[in-house]
């Protein structure tokens, strides 16, 4: 995988409030208008270890925060393997070449949308629409395959499932939360409309 490239700019924003007296995490770094590398700017402010109030669902006062995701970074080694001990009917394999061999589709195999009921189905483990595998970034702009548990707007799974999937693809490891590489800008709410809480308990938001 390659390191993340830049976006272009595509609006005029006013600079998102403060919080504190200092500029919230992963605003403009020059007025109210991003620009192409504030990207990689915003990537190095994370991962974060908790998630500050005014990043939670429903952003701050005119503005719709950033989504940033729960969970770990695994290596695709770990992932691979735990599916073709436990679960390789999940494995997806390439096309056949001129020499009739097929290799594993690491990319596929890790991408579709029967492998984590797979995964948690071995682990003994409800499943449930937030878990996914995806795509993170360090503050490097690196990327690796990541298990992600929730994000800002829709909370984290219970604790018990995280507590199994941490064992298995984490041992030791915190979770934290991870920019969206797609939706890492603050914007601004486009309706006076209040938008509605999910009423997420802090702890829920915050425990690793």
């Known amino acids: 995988m390659s390191t993340v490239s830049s976006t272009s700019n595509e609006s005029n924003l006013p600079s998102p409030p403060t919080r504190s007296s200092s500029v919230a995490l992963f605003s403009p770094t020059e007025g109210g208008v991003y620009r192409d590398e504030d990207q990689a700017i915003c990537l190095s402010q994370q991962p974060l270890d ?3 109030l005014y990043l939670r669902n429903g952003g701050m006062k005119g503005f719709t925060a950033p989504l940033l995701h729960y969970g770990w970074m695994v290596d695709s080694e770990i992932l691979i393997q735990f599916v073709l001990d436990n679960c390789p009917s999940a494995i997806v394999m390439s096309s056949q070449t001129f020499d009739e061999h097929q290799q594993l589709d690491v990319s596929w195999t ?3 949308d ?6 948690l189905k071995c682990l003994g483990a409800p499943n449930s629409p937030k878990i996914k595998i995806k795509v993170l970034f360090d503050s490097q702009g690196r990327e690796n395959w990541g298990i992600v548990v929730g994000n800002n707007y829709t909370g984290v799974i219970g604790e018990e499932s995280r507590a199994k999937l941490c064992e298995a693809f984490a041992p030791g490891q915190k979770g934290r ?3 969206d590489i797609f939706r890492w800008k603050w914007t601004p709410k486009t309706t006076r409309r209040a938008t509605k809480s999910l009423h997420l308990s802090p702890a829920s938001l915050t425990s690793s």
């Open 50 to 52: 908790g998630l500050p």
């Open 110 to 112: 890790l991408s579709t």
């Open 177 to 179: 939360w991870f920019l």
């Open 114 to 119: 029967y492998i984590i009921p797979s995964i």
